[in-house]
């Protein structure tokens, strides 16, 4: 819709439920980076791409290797590949155009999420966040992985950490870490359970910069706008967060090592926070001061100018949404079904809910007409009103017209060939090689079979003659008919037959009016 007709003091956020996607149960979602093409993770290990236009499916990924829940999908930069993690410690690299495996891996732990290197527009690096491990970078085609510390003590400087209870198997207990790229891939910040931001240069798996979070609160998730000026991250405190990125957008990682550089501490930890307040600084904070309530996949919209968060409640499901100024705007409430996951469409006021049952919920804004964006003098009414004509309004050469000059230069050339740099995707490269759209793949239709018991003459019809099954005939000489009971199965296809062959309703009341005429009087 244009900017121009949208009423400016309706704020650009959804608001209803416009319509849902259903394909088995769907897990997580993820769109590309035009928002032309969506993807979904299903509970049987496939991925479905579906065209956001039309709401068609275009693509579905999976094969026999694939049959774990997925628990991420990510675009890669220009849409030609896709990283799936699953439940069966997976992690598999799809070309969306081909349909074809490019690479898979399989790690120690579950991945809860993983995410390809933006800054490569043919991806093999990837960023992993498992189970019950420290996040790593992973090699998709060779397989090696690299552990990101996290804390200082792991990267090899400081006191050796404080020994933990274990568990009963032995094994050490560990909280799930959150990890993200910056928009161009250079650098990695992770949250971990100390409530700490590490700045970790992932070539050399070193520690360039710490920022401590407000109450020292378990980061479970840790997210950048699209634009890469801000870093949203959820904490176990039920705050999300917003700091402002105080490093280029471009070369962060050689600012970095310069503010590195300038600092003069003798102590290593005290050193790596003066260069993190260098890095992020605290801009926001959000929370629901009367629930309290937990937050699930929380994000920014696409131009960064709102946050929205899901309620982390069984049987609820409400997604909060904040301005960046802090103030609460809207609350939605959909069915009564528990939120998994949250994606914000890159261009428009469009937000998508997953819901514990599988369906992906389509929030929209709903849109108000305002007529008088179109013409400036018109005016709307609420009833009619009696018109009183001018004496000379409907005059061939109006004598009380004024004609105003627009200014405009009719003789002017317009350009229509060149194509103006879009805003919106002014965070990256242009390629003309990006994929946006899908051709559609159609299943074809199954031949239906026609079912003996359901056809009939119309000589048998007129006769009478119809032939009984033995078991029916059996049934007759014992002094009763029964119908042969058929399967759960062949119910169900003879239903979908009956819907399909569903007949024209003028032809069933002209039938009817004949049957009527037909009947012989009493």
């Not at 090899?156 to 993200?180: E, I, L, Y």
Request: charged residues 25%; contains cysteine; proline residues 6%.
């Amino acid at each position: 819709m244009n900017a121009t007709i949208i009423d400016p003091l309706q704020g650009d956020f959804p608001e209803v439920i416009e319509e849902y996607l259903e394909h088995g149960i769907v897990k997580c979602v993820a769109f590309n980076r035009r928002g032309t093409l969506l993807a979904a993770g299903c509970s049987d290990g496939s991925c479905v791409i579906w065209d956001f236009e039309t709401r068609g499916i275009t693509k579905e990924l999976g094969d026999s290797d694939n049959v774990a829940a997925i628990t991420s999908v990510c675009w890669s930069k220009y849409g030609h590949c896709i990283l799936v993690s699953a439940a069966d410690k997976s992690l598999t690299l799809w070309d969306v155009v081909k349909g074809e495996k490019i690479a898979r891996s399989t790690l120690q732990q579950t991945p809860l999420q993983a995410r390809l290197d933006p800054g490569s527009a043919t991806p093999s690096i990837c960023l992993a966040c498992p189970f019950s491990s420290a996040p790593m970078i992973v090699d998709l085609h060779t397989g090696t992985t690299t552990v990101l510390p996290l804390s200082l003590s792991d990267s090899g400087n400081g006191v050796a950490p404080q020994p933990r209870t274990k568990f009963s198997d032995g094994s050490a207990p560990f909280t799930p870490a959150a990890a993200c790229f910056n928009n161009h891939g250079d650098l990695v910040y992770v949250g971990n359970s100390k409530g700490e931001i590490l700045i970790i240069d992932h070539k050399t798996v070193k520690i360039c910069g710490i920022v401590s979070i407000p109450g020292s609160a378990v980061v479970k998730n840790i997210v950048f706008s699209r634009n890469g000026q801000y870093l949203l991250t959820n904490s176990s405190d039920r705050t999300i967060r917003i700091y402002e990125n105080l490093l280029p957008l471009k070369d962060a990682l050689k600012s970095l090592n310069a503010a590195n550089n300038e600092e003069d501490e003798k102590d290593e930890a005290e050193k790596l926070k003066a260069v993190g307040s260098k890095c992020l600084a605290l801009f926001r904070e959000f929370q629901d001061s009367i629930t309290k309530v937990h937050w699930k996949a929380p994000c920014f919209s696409g131009d960064g100018e709102w946050v929205v968060g899901g309620a982390a409640s069984k049987g609820e499901h409400k997604i909060y949404i904040w301005d960046r100024a802090g103030h609460l705007v809207k609350i939605l409430e959909g069915p009564k079904e528990a939120l998994i996951d949250l994606a914000w469409h890159p261009v428009h006021p469009i937000v998508l809910s997953v819901s514990l049952t599988g369906l992906v919920y389509i929030w929209a804004k709903d849109y108000t007409e305002n007529w008088s964006a179109f013409a400036p003098d018109f005016k709307e009414l609420e009833e009619n009103e009696e018109y009183v004509e001018r004496e000379d309004e409907f005059d061939l050469i109006p004598e009380t017209e004024k004609v105003k000059d627009s200014g405009i230069n009719e003789d002017e050339e317009v350009d229509i060939m060149a194509v103006e740099k879009d805003s919106t995707f002014s965070d990256s490269d242009v390629s003309h090689d990006e994929i946006r759209f899908l051709p559609a793949d159609p299943c074809p239709d199954v031949p239906e079979q026609q079912d003996d018991r359901l056809v009939l003459s119309n000589s048998q019809l007129a006769d009478g003659s119809l032939s009984l099954s033995p078991l029916s005939e059996e049934a007759g000489q014992n002094g009763h008919l029964s119908n042969h009971e058929s399967s759960p199965f062949e119910d169900d296809m003879v239903g979908m037959r009956l819907k399909k062959k569903r007949k024209n309703p003028e032809k069933v009341l002209s039938s009817q009016a004949d049957n009527v005429k037909k009947t012989p009087p009493k």
